[in-house]
């Protein structure tokens, strides 16, 4: 009895041991490693990409204000892929719950949340996997439930402009990017792994992305919205009168 009661002991703490967390070092983004651009030239790849922005606009470093653009560490477990570039295959990316915000200090730079100690992050200790850092505008967050969060951020992207309370402001321009990918494996050290730096280190490929895009998603212009709704009033006044 007290070797099968070892046995089941030593079996959980196998089971826990293999679902055990892992921690990466998420305070350091530097600008060597991480920058970010928005680009009103073209529409997010996400929406069928393709150079049919706003015309005459131009690409840029986002702007030099704190809190203006918020950004999330995503990853995928499996072999090593590229970033994605359909809402199909963003669906597929876990949320790792480490989120960063425009530091407003410097060339398109960014800051975690956590500045010293290791991260947490979900996915378990010496298993590598893909990872990405998606970014948006801060107006994109307040769609839907107005908050910053990714989860409610994909819900808005999910429901883009087909009524309710995920429609766009036509004449607002919003943007959503997503960084190259790297392909990681979390330790349990403190303060772990950089998930972001300009070279392969011991534990994998940390995200290297420079001129990061945040590409522009498609929002009617406020003529097409008027011309539709004069389109609307004049099929209503010609059944109308057919009645």
Not at 152 to 159: D, E, H, P, S, T
Not at 171 to 187: C, D, H, K, R, V
């Amino acid at each position: 009895m007290k070797k099968l009661i070892l046995t089941t002991v030593c079996a959980l703490a196998m089971a826990g041991g293999a679902f055990a967390q892992g921690n990466v070092a998420w305070n350091t983004i530097g600008a060597n490693a991480f920058t970010v651009q928005t680009n009103a030239t073209v529409i997010s790849p996400l929406f069928g990409g393709g150079a049919s922005g706003i015309v005459g606009a131009t690409v840029g470093n986002t702007a030099n204000v704190a809190t203006t653009f918020s950004y999330e560490l995503l990853y995928l477990g499996g072999s090593q892929v590229s970033a994605p570039t359909t809402l199909a295959a963003l669906a597929g990316w876990s949320d790792a719950g480490l989120s960063a915000v425009n530091s407003g200090t410097g060339r398109a730079s960014v800051s975690g949340a956590q500045t010293s100690q290791a991260s947490t992050v979900p996915w378990a200790a010496g298993t590598t996997d893909n990872i990405v850092l998606v970014g948006w505008s801060d107006n994109l967050g307040l769609l839907g439930n107005g908050t910053q969060t990714y989860a409610n951020v994909l819900n808005v992207l999910n429901n883009w402009n087909t009524g309710g309370v995920y429609n766009p402001v036509a004449g607002q321009n919003y943007f959503f990017g997503i960084s190259t990918a790297g392909y990681e494996s979390p330790t349990t050290a403190n303060p772990g792994p950089t998930i972001l730096a300009t070279a392969p280190n011991a534990t994998g490929t940390p995200i290297f992305s420079l001129l990061t895009q945040l590409d522009l998603l498609p929002v009617p212009e406020p003529g097409t919205l008027a011309l539709c709704g004069l389109g609307g009033l004049a099929l209503a006044l010609i059944r109308r009168q057919r009645k």
